[in-house]
Structure formats: structure tokens, C-alpha cells
């Protein structure tokens, strides 16, 4: 079956920067988008990027373009997501989806919780 | 600031209907097809109604979707306590060039 599998939680300071990946299975890497989405404790979704797993062509959103950096690794199927001078107001869970025809995303890895604090 | 207006929250008794909705625009909901998920605390949001009104495989018929103009709707008939969860639309946004959410709705069930 179909399974984005994420990395484990990460505590960073103000400043650092952090990685999280999104490693894939069930179905060919190349054929589909994948998308990175964050939820700040209690709030509600952000979306925040798209990847082309085929030719790795990404799309950010405005905000938080120049911080933010999405990559693959087509050999092993993983998506990384690199965000930069990490702020309080980055803790959130990171979540990677894959997109489907109809631009939904389905289905959703766990989640990745990141805590930025001093 | 949501660029997806949901109400914070709805309620109802087991076996009613609820409805929920979601305002958007013409570079969103206006031109583009509305998504549903639905997410439990501590766990990852789940697929519940994408192309407007398709149910994936595996989430029951009680739950339909419908789409108007720049608005769309969530209706849950033969409400279950199973169902109290919160409920998130989307959209892609042909300006913003990217996914934008509501800010969910968190259902409770009497």
C-alpha cells in the first residue's frame, strides 16, 4: 500500500535550521507530487510547498521563500524539507502528502513534530 | 487569517444532519475543485471528499460534499459521536499559486 513514512521529532534552537524527510513506498516516486503542510499547535493547515519528484521542480509558498528548501533523492524515494533560520513561530508538525488528479492530497505522512525554542 | 472562511464550530445530536461550510473566491473555490479532510487530535488529517463531492473508498456515504459558486459545504447526515472530529476544506489558489485551507471546524456531537 501507499506510505509516506517521516522522520522523528526535532527540538532546535532560534536561528538553526532543520530537516525533515518523507520517505515513500507503494507506487512510483515519479509519478506524483508531494506536498509539504504544517499545523501550528491548535491551528488550523498551512500548506507550504510542491515538489516534482521527476524533475525536481518546486513551488514555495510566498512567505516563506529564501527559508525554505525541498529536495529528493529519486534512488530511495525520500523528500526532504529544509527549512532555515528557524523561528518560534515554526514549531508546528510538519506533514508530507502526496498529491493526487484532482489536487488532493492523499494520502498523508505522520507527521513530524519540530519545537524551536531556546 | 484563513484565506478559506469555516465556522470554528458545529454541533449536533447523534443521527442528525450537520452541515458545514467554506467561503472562498474566485481564484480558489471559484475556479478550482474543493477537498475535505478530516483529522482526529494527534493524528495526521485524512482524506474525506475530494472533486468537490467523491468519497474516497472506505469513508461511509453519510458524508457528502457539494460545491457553489465561490462556497462549498460539508454535509454529514446520521451524525455518530465516531464523527466528532475537525474538519478542514481546501482549495488550490490559481493567484497564490498554491493549496490554501479554511480554518477548520471542529464538530462536537451532543
Known amino acids: 500500500q501507499v506510505q509516506l513514512v517521516q522522520s522523528g521529532a526535532e527540538v532546535k534552537k532560534p536561528g538553526s535550521s532543520v530537516r525533515v524527510s518523507c520517505k515513500t513506498s507503494?507506487?512510483?516516486?515519479?509519478?506524483?507530487?508531494i506536498n509539504w503542510v504544517r499545523q501550528a499547535p491548535g491551528q488550523g493547515l498551512e500548506w507550504m510547498a510542491i515538489?516534482?519528484?521527476?524533475?525536481?521542480?518546486?513551488w514555495y509558498a510566498q512567505r516563506l521563500q529564501g527559508r525554505l528548501t525541498v529536495t529528493r533523492d529519486r534512488s530511495t524515494g525520500t523528500v526532504y524539507m529544509d527549512l532555515s533560520s528557524l523561528k518560534s513561530e515554526d514549531t508546528a508538525i510538519y506533514y508530507c502528502?502526496?498529491?493526487?488528479?484532482?489536487?488532493?492530497?492523499?494520502?498523508w505522512g505522520q507527521g513530524t513534530l519540530v519545537t524551536v525554542s531556546s | 487569517q484563513s484565506v478559506l472562511t469555516q465556522p470554528p464550530s458545529a454541533s449536533g445530536t447523534p443521527g442528525q444532519r450537520v452541515a458545514v461550510s467554506c467561503s472562498g473566491s474566485?481564484?480558489?473555490?471559484?475556479?478550482?475543485?474543493v477537498t475535505w479532510y478530516q483529522q482526529f487530535p494527534g493524528t495526521a488529517p485524512k482524506l474525506l471528499i475530494y472533486?468537490?463531492?467523491q468519497r474516497p473508498s472506505g469513508v461511509p456515504g453519510r458524508f457528502s460534499g457539494s460545491k457553489s459558486g465561490t462556497s462549498a459545504s460539508l454535509a454529514i447526515s446520521g451524525l455518530q459521536s465516531e464523527d466528532e472530529a475537525d474538519y478542514y476544506c481546501?482549495?488550490?489558489?490559481?493567484?497564490?499559486?498554491?493549496?490554501?485551507f479554511g480554518g477548520g471546524t471542529k464538530l462536537t456531537v451532543l
Open positions: 472533486n468537490n463531492n
Open positions: 502528502a502526496r498529491l493526487g488528479a484532482y489536487r488532493e492530497f492523499d494520502p
Open positions: 507503494g507506487y512510483t516516486f515519479t509519478s506524483y507530487l
Open positions: 481546501a482549495a488550490w489558489d490559481d493567484s497564490l499559486d498554491g493549496a490554501v
Open positions: 474566485s481564484s480558489n473555490i471559484g475556479s478550482n475543485t
Open positions: 515538489i516534482n519528484p521527476s524533475d525536481g521542480r518546486t
